[in-house]
């Protein structure tokens, strides 16, 4: 089994930061990718940047110029530092991660989730 632990969620005024860190434990062999997502009330899940694990990022436009995704392969962690906050940033954001674990066996796990509230 691979386990995701995302912290670094809170409450941030407009125009603010804050970076979430994604950490993956268990029975892992490699990553590939990892993301982050983020759902917001009455909508659907969608993507705000993944990266791959040669480090090529990805980003939603909502995403682009404002937010940066990283990783530290040593650390089996993907971080998301976001700048220049809005309310519309207002979500749960959950981290995603794939590749394979013990025995060769595919896993693509998904964090708890962690609230991000962007208010005055």
């Known amino acids: 089994q691979v386990q995701l632990v995302e912290s670094g969620g809170g409450l941030v005024q407009p125009g603010g930061s804050l970076r979430l860190s994604c950490a993956a434990s268990?029975?892992?062999?490699?990553?590939?990718?990892m993301g982050w997502y983020r759902q917001a009330p009455g909508k659907e899940r969608e993507l705000v940047a993944t990266?791959?694990?040669?480090?090529?990022?990805n980003y939603a436009d909502s995403a682009k110029a404002r937010f940066t995704i990283s990783r530290d392969n040593a650390k089996n962690t993907v971080y998301l530092q976001m700048n220049t906050l809005k309310p519309e940033d207002t979500a749960v954001y959950y981290c995603?991660?794939?590749?394979?674990?013990?025995?060769?066996?595919?896993?693509?796990?998904w964090g708890q989730g962690t609230q991000v509230t962007v208010s005055s």
């Open positions: 995603n991660v794939a590749g394979l674990r013990r025995f060769g066996k595919r896993f693509d796990s």
């Open positions: 268990g029975s892992i062999i490699s990553i590939d990718a």
């Open positions: 990266i791959s694990s040669g480090g090529s990022a």
